[in-house]
């Protein structure tokens, strides 16, 4: 595969659509759900926090993989790139059956770490994370199938699996939501259904496109002789990417907790916030991950002068979208929040925390395209380690403080939030200066 064809904008479009339509389906659960009750949403929204953990979890091998993949193409090895690929698939299995088992055995000691979680809302959340997290490997090999794509170039196929998936999930709610037809109204256990089935789909069309694609990845592994050669190469790339992205979401969850204890009201604010700011740094993540495939396999052809610059051209780009993107956002504030609900406390303290994230939605850029271009050229330790740090002492204690000490409720969370995304954005802006990435390729020896 020729590096220098491979385009920018040509493969980041297809991500920022596909991405735009996960986020919709996302989304469409959140309204839909909001027609149906507050607490439904509110269920849904705890027990998402707890599956998207799990969704970290195993999505390392995904994360690694698609490195891995990139670099041996960059570096003219198709054979190890296809072997990596049949690798990665068998991992992502094993680590999502193990983690269908843990949802299915333990959801009730897992929503035993929020407490003060009403009775039906505890309910409905328990039911999320028997049907959903109990097919839990599901979203395991579709994000083995979409990583090999998007690794290959391919992401007008993941924009197919992604927009098939979405069409199965928005008709599935409408019926199990509202009954057309004399379809009996199945709540929240009928939404979580219907997410099964829709993933289920989307996986048996990614598999005939890789197979379409790259041919079967399958074939290219003896279980009796695995290449754990392969394996711990995605695994040295794999383990602390998720390290970083399940700290994120551990200490997200501990803010959600903290917000439990304000009240419905902020909670919903919460809920309802996310749900807008996933649009925010939508075009900046498609960027982040567009640049994150082109760096690879610049990396597998060792042309550390054109990362550089890539990186730095791709922040830019991404720096810019989120900031007017964050900005309009805010300012018809009140008409998005009200898709979601007439509460006039709800709508006052979103207006505020949209504010909040202008600021937020900067460092975000930059750590997601750097970060991205770093895990590219094999650098994950480091992102790791300070990701960490900063996460829990200036995103949860920093979000404690302003919240409950300072008494700025859910605004005062975000506030944190925003600390964290800034500081560690500088932080990663003078490693990537520092060019000591230029050491880490892992394919190419």
Not at 204 to 233: E, S
């Amino acid at each position: 595969m020729d590096t220098k064809k491979l385009s920018l904008w040509a493969i980041t479009w297809p991500i920022f659509i596909e991405m735009l339509l996960f986020m919709l389906m996302g989304n469409v659960d959140v309204f839909m759900l909001s027609q149906y009750s507050d607490e439904a949403v509110v269920a849904v929204g705890v027990a998402n926090q707890f599956v998207q953990m799990a969704i970290t979890i195993f999505g390392f091998v995904s994360v690694g993989s698609s490195v891995i993949i990139a670099q041996y193409l960059g570096a003219e090895k198709s054979s190890d790139a296809k072997r990596v690929s049949g690798v990665s698939l068998y991992c992502n299995l094993v680590f999502g059956a193990v983690l269908s088992m843990v949802f299915i055995f333990g959801r009730g000691l897992i929503l035993g770490t929020m407490p003060d979680l009403y009775p039906e809302i505890r309910d409905y959340a328990s039911t999320v994370l028997l049907i959903v997290g109990g097919f839990i490997f599901l979203q395991g090999l579709l994000s083995g199938t979409n990583a090999i794509l998007r690794s290959y170039g391919c992401t007008r196929d993941t924009l197919i699996t992604t927009a098939s998936m979405n069409v199965i999930n928005i008709i599935g709610n409408f019926i199990v939501l509202f009954g057309p037809f004399g379809f009996p109204v199945l709540g929240v256990p009928g939404v979580a259904a219907v997410t099964v089935i829709s993933r289920a789909a989307a996986i048996g069309i990614g598999f005939f496109l890789v197979h379409k694609r790259v041919g079967n990845p399958l074939k290219r592994v003896q279980l009796r002789a695995f290449p754990f050669k392969y394996a711990k190469q995605i695994l040295r790339i794999g383990i602390p990417a998720a390290g970083e992205n399940l700290s994120y979401i551990g200490y997200q969850t501990f803010l959600t907790a903290v917000v439990a204890t304000m009240g419905a009201a902020a909670l919903a604010t919460r809920i309802y916030g996310r749900a807008l700011n996933v649009f925010m740094f939508l075009l900046a993540f498609s960027l982040a991950q567009g640049g994150q495939i082109l760096i690879g396999h610049l990396m597998g052809a060792k042309e550390y002068d054109e990362i550089y610059k890539k990186c730095l051209k791709i922040l830019k780009i991404a720096t810019t979208s989120s900031i007017l993107v964050a900005i309009t956002f805010f300012i018809f504030s009140e008409p998005l929040l009200g898709i979601f609900t007439d509460d006039p406390e709800v709508i006052s303290a979103g207006r505020w925390v949209l504010f909040v994230f202008i600021f937020l939605e900067i460092g975000r850029a930059f750590n997601m395209v750097i970060i991205g271009s770093l895990r590219a050229v094999g650098d994950v330790k480091f992102p790791m380690y300070v990701g960490i740090c900063t996460m829990w002492i200036l995103g949860a204690l920093g979000g404690f403080v302003f919240g409950v000490v300072f008494n700025l409720g859910v605004v005062g969370i975000v506030i944190g939030t925003a600390l964290d995304e800034c500081i560690r954005g500088i932080i990663m802006l003078f490693r990537w200066r520092s060019r000591r990435w230029q050491t880490k390729g892992l394919t190419t020896s």
